[in-house]
């Protein structure tokens, strides 16, 4: 009886495993990176390592790192960050499934939008504790700043969280209402309950990924 159980359990667990989608595939990365799965098991990632649906990635000091979804969307990762790939399913033939959720934990991105995205955008969800961020189609920068000991963050900007819209547009909510940023504009989130403040100047976000990555955007004061 004991034997037959174990054998159903170790079935049913691997299961869950075959059940996590792998989400994208690491296709840049300069320095330490690891993935964190949702059981707590640690492993190294390099390029062309995949991700999966639940996975925590980090990227240590000095390391920025490019991930590429399977919807051909792609999330750029500062030295120093940390995001949660919360919920990532997408099939081209079942567009009613999509879901793209994320949490920045800590550290800077660049977020690129991709199939998912451009025909499911009430779909994305990028979570921060300051503010979740909603998109319009769009590439956007994030630098949230905790200010205990953040890494190879851009100097002299406060903490809380920091945003850049480069093309398209993005909707910030919390607690204070819903607030929208578009093409060129930059804005800074201090907390849950905190009004964002919009700018027309980058107020020191920086974002200068090594040359070598391919279509490396950068963001200077």
Request: glycine residues 10%; charged residues 20%.
């Amino acid at each position: 009886m004991r034997r037959i159980l174990f054998v159903v359990l170790l079935a049913m667990a691997m299961t869950g495993a075959q059940a996590a989608q792998v989400a994208g595939v690491v296709v840049q990365v300069s320095g330490p990176m690891t993935a964190r799965s949702p059981a707590g098991a640690v492993k190294a990632l390099q390029a062309r390592s995949e991700v999966e649906s639940g996975d925590t990635l980090a990227t240590a000091a000095g390391a920025y790192a490019v991930v590429r979804f399977i919807d051909n969307s792609e999330l750029a990762l500062k030295p120093g960050t940390t995001v949660k790939i919360e919920q990532f399913a997408f099939d081209e033939a079942r567009p009613e499934a999509d879901r793209a959720a994320y949490t920045l934990v800590k550290g800077g991105l660049r977020s690129i939008t991709g199939l998912l995205g451009k025909r499911n955008k009430d779909k994305f969800a990028m979570k921060t504790p300051s503010a979740t961020i909603g998109i319009r189609g769009t590439t956007f920068f994030l630098e949230y700043l905790t200010g205990r000991g953040d890494i190879d963050a851009s100097p002299g900007l406060e903490p809380g969280l920091h945003v850049h819209v480069s093309t398209g547009g993005i909707s910030i909510v919390n607690s204070a209402g819903e607030f929208r940023y578009d093409t060129g504009q930059f804005g800074f989130i201090k907390d849950d309950k905190t009004k964002p403040v919009k700018m027309f100047a980058n107020p020191g976000m920086q974002f200068t990924p090594p040359a070598s990555f391919n279509d490396a955007d950068t963001l200077t004061p």
